[in-house]
């Protein structure tokens, strides 16, 4: 795939062994337009091993030795590239803007887009310049407890368990069936999910809650904790049959217990404008902590 990057420049693409510098420079841009870092290496190594094709989708650039960029392209739609601050405004972003194009449709998409910090300036002027346009917002939401949470109010008849050995096909279908509501979401196949979440480094079943109501999974979560650094919820999906009941909230909160008994008095996630859940999370206490645009532009 062709790629024009400023003289000085080399590329290759990524391997699991470069999750650690992929992180840094991650780290870095989070840290230089809004303070602090989100970004943890389990997170870039699941993302990596959910890869279809890690060779063909993904890109490092380096000045001499040193890794100032990095881009991933999945499922032909989402394509996410940080540039360190350092390496900014030398054409590396339209650079590898421009790759990750390509890859797109290689991958069969038809509409391709990534996620920008509202603080990051020179990412948003990027996507603007080459004539990609805000498709939705998203939020960073967190919430501190400083004792442990009340456990969560169920419906008669339902309880909130860890998932079990065989289960797995089912939770992948509820969460695709909820997902595939949102505008824009490709279908995430079962393979992907499987060695992006179950086989993420350090995955236990706790982190898998499902809500059962009689035999039937009804609603399920998936829970990340960052040791003294803060549990997170990756994804909270209720069937559609079942909305209503209060079970996205309660398994929210139960969320919160998880992490609490494991030392993690934060919880964070996040959601977009397509969900609208934003008013769910700030009804059970989480407040936003930070703000992003997804840019997009048809292929």
């Known amino acids: 795939m062709s790629l024009d990057l400023p003289e000085g420049f080399t590329s290759r693409p990524a391997t699991m ?20 870092a989100n970004v943890d290496v389990d997170d870039v190594l699941a993302d990596y ?8 989708d993904s890109l490092l650039v380096f000045e001499g030795d040193r890794l100032v960029a990095e881009m991933l392209v999945e499922n032909g739609r989402y394509a996410a590239g940080t540039v360190h601050p350092a390496a900014e ?35 948003r002027r990027l ?16 919430i501190r407890h400083d004792a442990e949470p009340a456990p969560p109010a169920l419906p ?12 797995e096909a089912t ?29 993420r480094r350090g995955f236990e079943p706790w982190m898998l809650p499902v809500a059962v109501d009689g035999r039937e999974i009804v609603g399920t ?30 398994l929210l909160q139960h969320a919160f217990g998880e992490f609490f008994r494991r030392g993690e008095t934060l919880t964070g996630l996040s959601t977009d404008s397509r969900t609208g ?10 407040h936003v902590k930070s703000s992003y645009t997804h840019y997009a532009s048809e292929l």
């Open 221 to 250: 979560a998936f829970l990340i904790r960052y040791p003294n650094d803060g549990g997170w919820v990756q994804q909270l999906a209720v069937g559609k049959d079942h909305r209503g009941r209060g079970l996205g909230r309660a």
């Open 17 to 36: 062994g470069d999750a650690e510098a992929v992180t840094a420079v991650i780290a870095a841009s989070e840290t230089h337009h809004m303070g602090f």
């Open 277 to 286: 859940a934003r008013t769910l999370y700030e009804h059970v206490g989480m």
């Open 156 to 167: 008669d008849g339902v309880l909130i368990r860890p998932f079990e050995p065989g289960e």
């Open 127 to 142: 996507f603007l310049a080459n004539g990609y346009e805000p498709y939705w917002e998203s939020w960073i939401l967190e």
């Open 171 to 199: 939770i992948h279908r509820v969460i695709e069936d909820a997902f595939a509501e949102w505008e824009s979401r490709p279908p995430n196949a079962y393979e992907e999910w499987s060695a992006w979440a179950l086989g």
């Open 89 to 123: 405004g030398r054409g590396i972003g339209t650079a590898i803007l421009h790759w990750s194009r390509g890859i797109a449709r290689l991958q069969g998409g038809t509409v391709v887009g990534g996620t920008v910090l509202d603080a990051n300036e020179p990412a």
């Open 49 to 56: 091993n959910g890869a279809t094709d890690l060779a063909r």
